[in-house]
């Protein structure tokens, strides 16, 4: 994300207590995955794209967030991106709980 003009604050939690941070912003199962930031009033879950994190400021939709599970190989920090990345999905997550599609990748 500091590649991409994001500030950074690093935090090491212990297991249990990211597990309280991600269900206290509105994360259910299904929607969590290893990493877990918060920026201008949203939440940025795992591997999302500073690509898809920018256009969330610019749009601000009435989300809780970014969400990319499961560490997919080829997105940011998960290996190169090209012919063996996996395809995934960025996930908008409601304030309801429900998500949405907010971009594919590849």
Do not use: W
């Not at 969590?32 to 930031?37: A, I």
Request: aromatic content about 6%; charged content about 25%; hydrophobic content about 35%.
């Amino acid at each position: 994300m500091e590649e991409n003009g994001f500030d950074a604050e690093l935090k090491n939690l212990p297991m249990a207590d990211l597990m309280q941070v991600k269900i206290g912003a509105g994360l259910k199962p299904g929607q969590t995955s290893c990493h877990t930031g918060r920026i201008e009033g949203y939440v940025i879950e795992c591997h999302v794209p500073a690509r898809e994190v920018k256009r969330l400021l610019a749009e601000r939709p009435n989300a809780i967030g970014l969400t990319v599970p499961d560490m997919p190989y080829g997105s940011p920090g998960m290996g190169e991106a090209g012919p063996d990345a996996d395809p995934y999905d960025v996930l908008l997550v409601r304030r309801d709980g429900t998500t949405e599609v907010y971009a594919r990748y590849p």
